[in-house]
């Protein structure tokens, strides 16, 4: 007898959302982009990586778990790769791109380097190159609790199960209610949820709320944003970069020297965050990875803002610096 899944008609209502696109239909979908980096290191039998002192210590969830040799690099003034030593046929290299801003430096390296992951978690918009084992994780960039795409050179896939986030979208709604602040305890709840989780796919919830995004407003608000911020700032910070122009930046990295400005700007309510707590651990005060998450104010660039909300910003920070 032929069996049929029946289609539910009637009932309740979800909730309403548009039947938009996702950004990267085609890529594999995921629950956290560090397992993103186990699904690469599984498939393909890496012995050991090369990564930044400067990145996000949940990398180190997956290396761990599957007792894979690890090694930190430097970066230099232009958030490069130093590479003074060799990459192994077995062994791969990760390379951020930081903020979406390094987008040069991928494409250089990937016609280089044959082992290359490259981690685009804050890079969203940067498109994967052909070829290159390329991964993103979603919540840096949009309001969803969770999710990953994945792009690899290799057709072997894993069978997974299916994540479900519903249990995990208090910080998300109930900021609407109470305001982000109320709600700073639940998100930081959601992060902890995500730690030591089985690789699973992106649950529907996710690319439910992902189909709704309205990418193209998104893009353009965040390069208006750093472009405003940029031409306001750029004489006063000292990092030794030119940024491009055009680029949906995940935020604008300003460097200052002077203490104690991130304080200041946290106590106006211009919440920026530390890239990354986990470096002042893995690195001396002397390294240039040091100043990069002690002394560099990450702005905030993104598509709730407009240019009105950055004049804010620099007419405070011109008050501070
Ligand atoms: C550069 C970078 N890569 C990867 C990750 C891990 O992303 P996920 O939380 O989706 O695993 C993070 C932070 O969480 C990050 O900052």
């Known amino acids: 007898m032929e069996t049929q899944t029946s289609k539910t008609i009637g009932g309740y209502f979800q909730l309403s ?36 002192y400067f990145t996000c210590e949940v990398l180190l969830e997956p290396i761990v778990r599957l007792n894979i040799k690890y090694q930190f690099y430097n970066i230099n003034k232009e958030l490069e790769p130093i590479i003074d030593f060799e990459i192994g046929p077995t062994e791969c290299l990760l390379y951020t ?31 994967p190159l052909q070829g290159t084992d390329t991964f993103y994780s979603c919540r840096k960039f949009f309001g969803v609790s969770d999710g990953a795409y994945l792009q690899i050179n290799i057709d072997d896939r894993l069978v997974l199960e299916k994540d479900s986030s519903a249990d995990r979208l208090r910080h998300l709604i109930g900021s609407i209610d109470y305001g982000i602040e109320n709600n700073y305890a639940d998100f930081l709840d959601n992060e902890e949820s995500l730690k030591d989780n089985y690789i699973k796919s992106m649950s529907l919830l996710t690319q439910a709320l992902l189909r709704n995004v309205n990418y193209r407003e998104c893009k353009r608000k965040r390069i208006e944003n750093f472009r405003y911020l940029n031409d306001k700032l750029f004489l006063a910070n000292e990092l030794e970069i030119a940024f491009q122009d055009g680029i949906p930046a995940m935020v604008y990295p300003l460097l200052i020297s002077k203490k104690g400005i991130k304080a200041k700007l946290i106590e106006k309510k211009i919440f920026v965050p530390t890239y990354w707590p986990n470096v002042f651990k893995w690195t001396t005060e002397d390294m240039f990875e040091h100043r990069l998450a002690k002394r560099t104010i990450y702005l905030p660039v ?17 008050k501070i610096i």
């Open 17 to 52: 959302l548009e039947q938009g696109k996702e950004y990267y239909p085609d890529l594999i979908k995921l629950n956290t982009s560090r397992n993103a980096l186990e699904y690469i290191l599984i498939v393909k039998g890496y012995t050991k990586i090369y990564l930044p």
């Open 97 to 127: 791109n930081y903020f979406g801003l390094t987008q040069k430096t991928v494409k250089k390296l990937s016609e280089s380097i044959d082992n290359l992951i490259v981690d685009n978690a804050q890079a969203f918009f940067s498109k």
């Open 302 to 318: 993104d598509q709730r803002y407009n240019v009105s909300d950055m004049a804010y910003i620099v007419d405070f920070l011109k």
